[in-house]
């Protein structure tokens, strides 16, 4: 199985930052993409970034210029660095995690989730 842990959520003022973890841990043999996903009261989940084993990133166009994601490979391990943070970001975000066990099944893995409140 694969573990994720989750940390830095918070309640931040309109303007401010938060950097967001995630570290897996577990039977890992390779990770092939981490990403952040959030999800709002009365919305379903939506992809915030990802990124690729080879470092390409994608990100949601209403956080694009804001939010970094990037990874210490190392470490097994996904940041979300959110700058400019709006009200509209409050919702609980998601670390997901996609790879191969050392027996080469596939696995897509869901951390907890950690509330970002932003207030006004």
């Known amino acids: 199985q694969v573990q994720l842990v989750e940390s830095g959520g918070g309640l931040v003022q309109a303007g401010g930052s938060l950097r967001l973890s995630c570290a897996a841990s577990?039977?890992?043999?390779?990770?092939?993409?981490m990403g952040w996903y959030r999800q709002a009261p009365g919305k379903q989940r939506e992809l915030v970034a990802a990124?690729?084993?080879?470092?390409?990133?994608n990100y949601a166009d209403s956080v694009n210029g804001r939010f970094t994601i990037s990874k210490d490979n190392a470490k097994n391990t996904v940041y979300l660095q959110m700058n400019s943070l709006k009200p509209e970001d409050t919702a609980v975000y998601y670390c997901?995690?996609?790879?191969?066990?050392?027996?080469?099944?596939?696995?897509?893995?869901w951390g907890q989730g950690t509330q970002v409140t932003v207030s006004s």
């Open positions: 997901n995690v996609k790879g191969r066990y050392w027996t080469l099944a596939q696995f897509d893995s």
């Open positions: 577990g039977s890992i043999r390779s990770i092939n993409a």
């Open positions: 990124i690729t084993s080879g470092a390409a990133t």
